[in-house]
């Protein structure tokens, strides 16, 4: 359905619950915070499920609108929810009643009694900013949240799903004087040292494959463990092997339990991130996609290389 249809659904909606994905990052979280924040502008009673994983910097947006113990839902909603498997655990229990998921993933399941996706979005802030424009004004506690999804959903604007309606919509919710500085500084220009230990050993350990063309990066378990990292200082570690020059497949590997790998991949057009990801039990978009491969550090990337070579064509390794 389009934004437009949305909203009217919306509209008739009452005791809504919000559901965000596992490793929530600032796309689902400033979607769901905004959607909550709109439909209590219209006096519905609406929350967010807590979500165990989400990290410092993103809890802020969430923590006004978080479900009290109890809360019985007669409406969910998931936020930038591509697939069942995607849902946190406290979430399983709604994968049969989601009756409106709003996404802009191509691989989006189809599980929501109602969907409104739109791939050609950079971010699903872009969709909830139609939808919330369709519900009434657009205030500035909608407008901080949303800025949040679109700006990390696009690596403040720099990655290449970045669009001139991206812009336009940032610049809509920048005019609402939302303090869009401090999101900007805590984002992407304040770093942890423990951060900084992690992109270290990121780099001095850092693969690379098909003459410099793949780079394939490795948070093991036991890296986040010897530096004492936590979920905040890792978020959005997976924008560092991009950076690397002559690069146009980005790999990185995050182990999430031993021999549990999260796998992340940002190309060019010469790689679709998706289809690679999709021969893995994965999915995402054509420029940014992920999944979960199990087995040894070097299994899995043996694993994504073959998939990578299926989709891309062989090459040297």
């Known amino acids: 359905?389009?934004?437009?249809?949305?909203?009217?659904?919306?509209?008739?909606?009452?005791?809504?619950?919000?559901?965000?994905?596992?490793?929530?990052?600032?796309?689902?979280?400033?979607?769901?915070?905004?959607?909550?924040?709109?439909?209590?502008?219209?006096?519905?009673?609406?929350?967010?499920?807590?979500?165990?994983?989400?990290?410092?910097?993103?809890?802020?947006?969430?923590?006004?609108?978080?479900?009290?113990?109890?809360?019985?839902?007669?409406?969910?909603?998931?936020?930038?929810?591509?697939a069942l498997s995607l849902f946190p655990q406290n979430a399983l229990p709604y994968q049969d009643r989601v009756d409106l998921a709003i996404d802009h993933h191509p691989s989006y399941e189809g599980f929501g009694a109602n969907s409104c996706v739109q791939p050609?979005?950079?971010?699903?802030?872009e969709i909830l900013y139609e939808i919330a424009r369709e519900l009434g004004p657009i205030t500035p506690e909608i407008a901080l949240p949303l800025y949040v999804a679109v700006s990390t959903d696009t690596g403040c604007f720099v990655y290449s799903?970045?669009?001139?309606?991206?812009?336009?919509?940032?610049?809509?919710?920048?005019?609402?004087?939302?303090?869009?500085?401090?999101?900007?500084?805590?984002?992407?220009?304040?770093?942890?040292?423990?951060?900084?230990?992690?992109?270290a050993d990121m780099l001095r350990n850092m693969q690379l494959f098909d003459s410099?063309?793949?780079?394939?990066?490795?948070?093991?378990?036991s890296l986040m463990e010897e530096v004492q990292a936590?979920?905040?200082?890792?978020?959005?570690?997976?924008?560092?092997?991009?950076?690397?020059?002559?690069?146009?497949?980005?790999?990185?590997?995050?182990?999430?339990?031993?021999?549990?790998?999260?796998?992340?991949?940002?190309?060019?057009?010469?790689?679709?991130?998706?289809?690679?990801?999709q021969l893995l039990g994965g999915g995402g978009h054509a420029a940014a996609a992920g999944c979960t491969i199990e087995g040894s550090a070097q299994s899995a990337t043996e694993q994504i290389l073959d998939a990578v070579a299926r989709i891309a064509g062989d090459f040297p390794r």
């Not at 050609?120 to 802030?125: D, E, I, S, V």
């Not at 410099?212 to 378990?221: L, T």
Request: aromatic share 4%; charged share 25%.
């Open 212 to 221: 410099g063309r793949i780079v394939v990066m490795q948070i093991p378990v």
């Open 1 to 82: 359905m389009t934004a437009k249809e949305a909203a009217q659904l919306l509209r008739t909606f009452d005791n809504v619950l919000i559901l965000t994905h596992m490793r929530p990052d600032g796309d689902t979280v400033g979607c769901a915070g905004a959607l909550c924040a709109a439909l209590r502008n219209l006096g519905k009673t609406a929350y967010l499920l807590p979500n165990p994983e989400i990290t410092d910097n993103s809890r802020p947006y969430a923590a006004p609108y978080l479900a009290p113990d109890g809360f019985c839902p007669e409406k969910v909603v998931s936020t930038d929810i591509a």
């Open 161 to 199: 799903n970045t669009t001139a309606n991206t812009h336009r919509v940032a610049a809509a919710l920048m005019d609402t004087g939302i303090d869009y500085r401090q999101v900007n500084k805590t984002f992407f220009r304040t770093k942890s040292r423990k951060r900084l230990a992690l992109e």
């Open 230 to 277: 936590s979920e905040s200082d890792a978020e959005d570690l997976s924008s560092l092997a991009g950076l690397v020059e002559g690069n146009d497949c980005a790999v990185t590997m995050r182990e999430l339990r031993r021999d549990v790998w999260k796998i992340s991949l940002r190309t060019g057009s010469r790689v679709n991130a998706t289809q690679v990801c």
């Open 120 to 125: 050609q979005c950079a971010a699903c802030g």
